[in-house]
């Protein structure tokens, strides 16, 4: 029993909830595509406490008035695939506004224009944004021509080192070097345990002397041809400070609680929770791309 303890405690870390209520309760798991996945969100910390549930708060209306600059979001880091083809909106009311998805108000500015965006909001430090991963992988590749995948980091755990992760996305995108090391953040994070802020084996995070700093991550970037200290002078400059401070302005602008939400084109959010799962996460993606496209 003892020798299945680790399995079970990376079990719950993927089904964890990351939002910035660290409190814990009880909420209904939507369904995911496979028996060992669940759409699973993760709350903002007001507390230094670690995430130890899955529930996820319904998402809010938006948190501010403010209509702040648009954040530097990274365009999708995928290798380049052939785009899907613009389905057409249909609305036969299987999507429900303030039920499985929420209107943002007011619009937030895109920096994309002639394109609808679709933005994810996540951290490589959180639990639930690596078990949703595969399925931002997935969206970022059913989107039509008309469509491009953005990526915007969240810093809103500091009592799990997200800010130096966030710093880290930003810094990564300035050198552009993102495509190449997006997957690989995450591996290192939660598999190998090379940038891991949780103890992988004991399920719990660890001591915060022995978290990973930005000269740890400049090292592990180093393997994409990065120099490190050219790496921690970008990550710590002007630039990228005001980069982060944007990306939570207008975190909050959007209204997002808990991670990974999904923004469409600065209009709509929602969570896999909302959405009803992994696969419907894909679908509603897709059905307010249409929506938007058609001016609905």
């Keep these: 029993m003892l020798k299945r303890l680790p399995f079970l ?22 369904a995911a595509p496979t028996a060992s996945s669940s759409a699973a969100t993760t709350p903002a ?3 230094s406490t670690a995430p130890a549930s899955t529930t996820t708060a319904t998402a809010p209306a938006t948190s501010s008035s403010a209509t702040p600059a648009a954040a530097g979001t990274a365009a ?23 039920k499985n998805y929420f209107v943002i108000d007011p619009a937030q500015p895109t920096s994309h224009p002639g394109k609808i965006e679709v933005t994810e909001v996540f951290s490589y430090a959180c639990p639930a944004c690596n ?15 008309n469509a491009v995948m953005n990526y915007l980091a969240a810093s809103f755990r500091p009592d799990e080192n997200w800010p130096v992760f966030q710093r880290a996305f930003y810094a990564a995108q300035a050198l552009g070097v993102v495509n190449k090391t997006h997957d690989a953040m995450f591996d290192a994070a939660w598999k190998t345990g090379e940038l891991s802020t949780y103890d992988l084996n004991a399920g719990k995070p660890k001591p915060k002397d022995a978290w990973p700093t930005i000269d740890d ?7 994409y041809g990065v120099d490190p200290k050219e790496f921690v ?32 084109d600065g209009k709509y959010r ?27």
């Design 9 to 30: 405690c990376a079990a719950l870390l993927a089904l964890a909830a990351c939002s910035h209520d660290s409190d814990t309760g009880s909420s209904t798991k939507p």
């Design 45 to 47: 910390a007001t507390s």
């Design 76 to 98: 999708a880091p995928t290798e380049t695939t052939p785009a899907a083809a613009a389905a057409p909106f249909v609305d036969n009311g299987k999507w429900v506004a303030g």
């Design 131 to 145: 078990s949703f991963h595969s399925t931002a992988d997935q969206i970022a590749k059913s989107l039509p021509p």
């Design 217 to 223: 991550i400049a090292k592990f970037y180093a393997k």
């Design 233 to 264: 002078g970008i990550a710590n400059s002007f630039s990228i400070n005001t980069q982060m401070k944007r990306a939570d302005e207008l975190m909050k602008a959007y209204g997002v609680d808990s991670t990974p939400t999904m923004i469409i």
């Design 270 to 296: 929602f969570t896999a929770t909302s959405a009803g799962g992994y696969a419907q996460s894909i679908e509603l993606t897709q059905w307010l791309v249409a929506k938007e496209a058609a001016g609905k």
